[in-house]
């Protein structure tokens, strides 16, 4: 399916938010999520079920000044 992570389109066959972490590389990392806007907890990844064309957003937070 087609979804956009981040603002660019990607081809995933990940069925949840989860899953397309893992796919990405990012299943371990320390992230804030969201899927069209809404956050979504750490603890509700696996069940949030993605669908063809949903927005996500994954971001690290970072330190500096």
Same mark, same amino acid.
């Given at each position: 399916?087609?979804?956009?992570?981040?603002?660019? +389109? &990607?081809?995933? %066959? =990940?069925?949840?938010? !989860?899953?397309?972490?893992? +796919? &990405?590389?990012? %299943? =371990?990392?320390?992230? !804030?999520?969201?899927?069209?806007?809404?956050?979504?907890?750490?603890?509700?990844? !696996?069940?949030?079920?993605?669908?063809?064309?949903?927005?996500?957003?994954?971001? !690290?937070?970072?330190?500096?000044?």
């Amino acid at each position: 399916m087609k979804i956009i992570v981040n603002g660019e +389109a &990607l081809e995933t %066959g =990940a069925s949840t938010l !989860a899953a397309l972490l893992d +796919a &990405l590389g990012k %299943g =371990a990392a320390k992230v !804030a999520t969201s899927v069209n806007e809404g956050f979504v907890p750490k603890q509700q990844r !696996a069940d949030r079920s993605l669908q063809e064309g949903d927005r996500v957003e994954i971001v !690290a937070p970072r330190q500096g000044g």
